[in-house]
């Protein structure tokens, strides 16, 4: 399997592997990544919830689309940002792949969900908050950290490329909270 394969060059020498994961842009691993992404965040909401089967499918596949979308969407100004600094060799492509494979450091979610459904008596899902941002801290990270190696940017810059890919959703945040407080406003 192309992904185990993968997976063990990267732990071996992350450099050239990094490079020839993105070099592939291989749509498959990527979107697998996506669904993996999905699968962890529907099982972190829904464990031990009692959900039927067909509702975990339809949640599976909606998350699945959106995980798709915000890729796509996060690649592309992800990609703008490293245009405008001039980083020629970086690719959407490229930069969607990379934001598939770190969909895979959301199992974590689904651990930390196991944990809490086994153990309800320690209430471990008063701790959801802070593994969310633990979760989204190590992603922000390994994304950072591969740009840095694959395209030699230095750490403040790819930070802010991926910073800069999260602002249209900062953004979107920011104009739902308006609209609901003029809604909230209009009803009393």
Request: glycine share 8%; charged share 10%.
């Amino acid at each position: 399997m192309n992904l185990m394969k993968d997976y063990f060059s990267y732990v071996e020498d992350p450099v050239p592997a990094l490079k020839n994961f993105l070099a592939a842009r291989s749509f498959g691993q990527a979107c697998l990544g996506y669904f993996a992404a999905a699968l962890a965040w529907v099982l972190f909401f829904n464990i031990g919830s009692g959900i039927s089967c067909l509702a975990l499918l339809v949640k599976l596949l909606i998350l699945f689309a959106a995980e798709i979308t915000a890729g796509y969407l996060i690649a592309a100004v992800c990609g703008l940002f490293l245009d405008f600094s001039r980083v020629k060799e970086a690719s959407a492509a490229e930069l969607f792949c990379l934001v598939g494979s770190a969909g895979f450091i959301k199992g974590l979610l689904i651990a930390f969900a196991l944990f809490s459904a086994m153990w309800p008596q320690l209430q471990l899902d008063l701790l959801a908050p802070l593994v969310l941002l633990g979760v989204f801290a190590l992603q922000l990270g390994y994304l950072t950290r591969a740009l840095m190696r694959a395209y030699g940017l230095s750490a403040a810059k790819a930070l802010w490329a991926w910073l800069f890919g999260l602002l249209p959703f900062g953004a979107a945040a920011a104009l739902g909270g308006v609209f609901f407080v003029w809604s909230m406003m209009l009803l009393f």
